[in-house]
Each structure stands twice: as C-alpha cells, then as structure tokens.
C-alpha cells in the first residue's frame, strides 16, 4: 500500500513537472495504446481508504506545524516589534533629553542648523527596521555636532557683532577726530602746517583702522597732536604780525604784550582748547577825544606823550576795572568856563593906643595901755587908692574883584574884533597851562573837581569798542616811568 502511495505521490509530482514544461513538438510517431485497467480487486479499495485516512492524517500533521509554525513566526515577531519599538522610543528619549534649550529655539538665528541635524537623526531613527541598526545611531554624536555647529554660530555671530561694533566704534572716532582737526583745518594755514597736519590726521585715522580691540581705538588720543600744531599756527600768526609788540585778547580781558611774551604764554598752555581762546591782533594805534572832569585824570596833571592807563567803573559800588592797559597823551585842552575867573583882594590897617595910672595912700595907728594891771589896746587904719585909665583905636580896609570871560574872548577873536589878535593869541597860548602849572608850583587847589578837560589820548583800536561802551565812567591814570 506503501508503495502505490508513493508512486501515486511521484506521478503526481511528475504531472505537476509537466504541467510547467514546454510540451514538446508532436512526434511523427503513432501514440502508443495503455493496456487496458484490469479489474480492481476488494483489497484495493481497502487500500484506498487506508492511504486515504494517511492522507488525511498527514495533512492535519502538516496544518498543525504550520499553524504552530505561524504562530511562533507572530510570536517572535510581535517580540521584535517590541524590542524595536522600545529601542525607538529610547532613542527618542536620548534626542529629547540632549536637544532642548536654545539648541532647537527657533527663534535663535544659529538654531536653524541644529534643528536641520535634530530632524535628519529623528528620520534616521524612525526609518531604522532593527534594533541592531537603532543601536548603532549614537544620538550624543549627533548632539555634539549640532552643539559644535550652534556654538560655532553663536561665535560666529559674536564675532559680526564685535565686528559691526568695532567699526562702529572706529567710524565714529574717525568722526571725532576729524572734528576735532576742523577748526584747524578751517584756519589760513602755511603750506607746510597744513601738509604736516593732514599727515597727522591721516595718521590718526590709520592707527583707528588698524586696531584690534576697542579699548585701541579709544586709546588714539589726537589732543596732543593737535596741541603741537595749534602752537605752530599761533607762533605763525604772531611771527607774521609787524612789530614787536602784539594785542592779546581773551575773552573780555585785552592787553598788549612782545612777541616773546606773547609765545610764552603759549608754550604754556597744556590743552589746545584753551589755546583756541586766544587772539593776537596787530597793534594798530587811533585818537580818540574824551571830555572827562578833572577828578577822572589824574588831578588833569597830563602833558602830551605821557604814558597813561584807562579804568572804567560802572557804578559808585562796582570795582574799577582795567580796559586799557596801554594809551598815550596827544593834547589836553582846558575848557574856557575855567577863564571865568574871580578875583578880589582886600587891605586893612588899625591903630591902637592905651594908657593909665594909680595912685594908693595907706595909715595905720595902734596905741596900748595898762591901767591897774590890766592892758588895753586900739589899733586903727585907712586906705585910699586912685585909678585913671584911656584908649585909642584906628582902622582902614579895602577891596577889589574882576572876572575874565575866555569864550567871548576867543569868540571875538575868531570875529576878528580884536585890536591886537596875535597878542591875544600869545596871550591865550601862555595863559592856557598857566592855572594848571600855578597848582603845580604852589600846592594850591584852584580848579574845581568837576571841571571838565579835554583829553586827546592815542590808544590801540581794539580797545576802542570798550571805551564806547564806558565813556562815561572812564579814569586815567598816568603810568610814571
């Protein structure tokens, strides 16, 4: 029974071998004729049914590994499929413990390629089919590039910033120092100053742009550079002012110094923004004609070509302040209401005569007595005195005045109205100093202290806008050599 099993399985076989290969072309050949079957017996239906029931057993055998079989398969899948996923979500928790933070802000510019590196291991991570494979991403690689690629951004972006900042700083240093050069630059500079200050400026600013750092910047200091050249420009200006002497002015206060005086001064000043602050003019000399009363010159004892000072006061209260250190007398002229003068003289003589007399006459009696032992005395006396006494007195005065009008002298004089006018003149000419020097010579006060003189005096005209403005509280004093 065996045996027809196995050569039913092989035929079967070969049937399904045929059913596959290409049928092969017809032969020529007739087709041979199969004996025809033969009866089957009682045995072979026992048979049958026996291979039959093997079969049947067989196939409930094969079913049974393969239901085992599949199920083992979905065990040991289902078992993988754990181990992977558990090995994902692991992996998923090593990504999110290590990227987090400003790494994967996006709002942080240098964020954008650790986010990019964070995405590409999160795909790689999900993609991977084993756990094999899943152990073999290291997530703390991936960190560590992102990190190194965010931290080399962020000094990236440090080093933009500190260098936007740094030019920044530079550019407005350039900025500063050009202003500072300016006012200089601005002046009517020599050739060779001005080709040596553009030289320093271009310097400077070379040294700014060559810095490293900005405390370098900030230490490129142009103030002693520019010292120097305002010392070279005021030694100019002074130089090429004529004569030897110059006006120095400062703000309010205004003097006349040599030359030598003058570039002392400015060698010694330490900061070229003071220098800034001085002028030098050319000393350049005007009359000027002031009417002032005699208490405001000097007691009015000035002659032409003294050396004098001119202060100036605003009020009773305020201080005198000096507003020209530096004027010379031309021409003093003596008003004529001083011509009115008065003159009286007077004399007298007394004469006085005195005499008198005396005469005195004196007596004098005394008497004593002793009667009985007793004494007894008298005493008597007289005066007489005579007197005669006269005076004589005398006296005589006497005295005379007159008053001299110049202005209608000189007014007469210029009509031509006098007799004798070059008389007059010489007159007029000896008489015009006259009371002055008789004031002089005796020690006498003659003229008021509100007579007023006319003084010509010889000043430099930079002091002129200051004695306008104090004309009338104006002193002079003369300057005694």
């Known amino acids: 029974m065996s045996e027809d099993i196995e050569a039913k399985i092989r035929r079967l076989r070969e049937l399904g071998k045929t059913g596959t290969e ?38 409930i055998i094969i079913i049974l590994i393969l239901v085992v079989s599949l199920g083992a398969y979905v065990y040991m899948q289902n078992q993988a499929a754990e181990r992977l996923s558990k090995a994902r979500k692991d992996k998923l928790s090593q990504v999110a413990y290590y ?62 910033e500190y260098e936007r900042k740094l030019n920044q700083t530079k550019q407005e240093r350039i900025k500063a120092i050009e202003v500072a050069f300016q006012p200089l630059l601005s002046m009517p500079l020599p050739d060779d100053i001005k080709r040596k200050t553009i030289d320093t400026l271009n310097s400077l600013e070379q040294q700014v742009m060559n810095a490293k750092s900005e405390a370098e910047v900030n230490s490129t200091n142009p103030d002693p550079y520019l010292l120097a050249l305002w010392k070279d420009y005021y030694y100019y200006i002074i130089d090429t002012i004529p004569g030897q002497e110059v006006v120095l002015e400062k703000g309010n206060y205004k003097t006349i110094v040599t030359k030598a005086q003058a570039k002392s001064i400015i060698s010694g000043i330490l900061n070229y923004k003071q220098i800034t602050d001085y002028r030098f003019y050319k000393v350049q000399y005007v009359d000027m004609a002031l009417v002032l009363t005699r208490d405001r010159i000097n007691g009015a004892f000035l002659s032409p070509g003294d050396k004098v000072v001119i202060f100036a006061r605003n009020s ?12 010379y007398v031309e021409l003093v002229l003596l008003p004529t209401d001083v011509g009115r003068i008065s003159v009286s003289e007077s004399q007298s003589q007394s004469t006085s005569s005195t005499s008198s007399s005396s005469t005195n006459y004196g007596e004098n009696h005394q008497s004593s007595y002793n009667p009985g032992g007793g004494a007894i005395s008298t005493q008597e006396g007289s005066s007489d005195t005579y007197q005669n006494s006269q005076t004589t007195s005398q006296s005589a005065s006497a005295s005379y005045s007159y008053a001299v009008d110049l202005t209608q002298i000189l007014k007469a004089l210029a009509a031509g109205k006098l007799q004798s006018p070059e008389e007059v003149k010489q007159q007029l000419e000896a008489y015009g100093w006259r009371v002055v020097d008789l004031e002089k010579e005796s020690g006498m006060l003659v003229l008021p202290d509100n007579a007023r003189f006319m003084v010509i005096i010889k000043v430099p005209s930079i002091f002129v806008p200051d004695i306008l403005t104090y004309q009338n509280s104006l002193y002079l004093a003369k300057v005694s050599s």
Do not use: H, M, W
Request: hydrophobic share 30%; glycine share 4%; net charge positive.
């Open 316 to 327: 009773t209260k305020s201080p005198f302040r000096e507003i020209v250190n530096q004027g």
């Open 99 to 160: 990227f987090k933070g400003d790494i994967v802000n996006q709002s942080r510019t240098c964020s954008a390629e650790p986010i990019r590196i964070k995405n590409e291991l999160l795909a790689k991570i999900r993609s991977a089919n084993s756990v094999d494979e899943l152990d073999k991403i290291d997530v703390k690689a991936f960190y560590n590039l992102a990190l190194k690629k965010y931290n080399d951004c962020v000094e990236e972006q440090k080093r933009i």
């Open 22 to 59: 290409p049928k092969a072309a017809p032969s020529a050949k007739p087709p041979i004729r199969k004996p025809p079957k033969k009866p089957r017996a009682v045995g072979s239906i026992r048979g049958r049914e026996r291979r039959k029931r093997i079969l049947v057993g067989a196939s």
